[in-house]
């Protein structure tokens, strides 16, 4: 089965500066990326995802980036904000629904 | 409003006394899922299902059953729990018919299981 990997586990960062989370996974076969947030106490949320015919996505401050060949991507947070602290988890699948998860970063952004 | 709902949210209970957690869904979704979250692991799914009478395993379905006898609901049943399965269980259902933003999966509030 599809094996993901996800670093670094924890992430701190200055309110204003950039955020970088990493994934890898193992099932060339997978063509469908997404991104969840967990706020504390919360349920997880789709933030972005990307599909493996495109390179990269952005939705206002943050962006994904996909290397099919190197079987790896990332989640990129700009001009980082409080709201911005949770835990976020990647996901790789290669039928669309049936997702495999990292075991998430949680960042942290000090004011 | 489209949602996904848990019940119960949080449960106590002792080893070996069979539970239901149940989970339905108003978005008349065809895929629905359970995982389980514990610290350092991430989310790891149990069991899921692409439509009524149609369940399959996921990646730690020992110690769990599932049904899915109508659309919108799809229980997770502990037949002897036991304290390794205390955790953080959300479920989650998805549209697998293709449009814009189709294949997001909309999570459950999440049920906290304590087994002692």
Known sequence: GENVEQHPSTLSVQEGDSAVIKCTYSDSASNYFPWYKQELGKRPQLIIDIRSNVGEKKDQRIAVTLNKTAKHFSLHITETQPEDSAVYFCAASSNDYKLSFGAGTTVTVRA | ?116
């Open chain 2, 1 to 116: 409003e489209a949602q996904v709902t848990q019940n119960p949210r949080y449960l106590i209970t002792v080893t070996g006394k069979k539970l239901t957690v149940t989970c339905s869904q108003n978005m008349n979704h065809e895929y629905m899922s359970w995982y389980r979250q514990d610290p350092g692991l991430g989310l790891r799914q149990i069991y899921y299902s692409m439509n009524v009478e149609v369940t399959d395993k996921g990646d730690v379905p020992e110690g769990y059953k599932v049904s899915r006898k109508e659309k919108r609901n799809f229980p997770l049943i502990l037949e002897s729990p036991s304290p390794n399965q205390t955790s953080l269980y959300f479920c989650a259902s998805s549209s697998m018919t293709w449009r814009r933003g189709a294949y997001e999966q909309y999570f459950g509030p999440g049920t906290r299981l304590t087994v002692t």
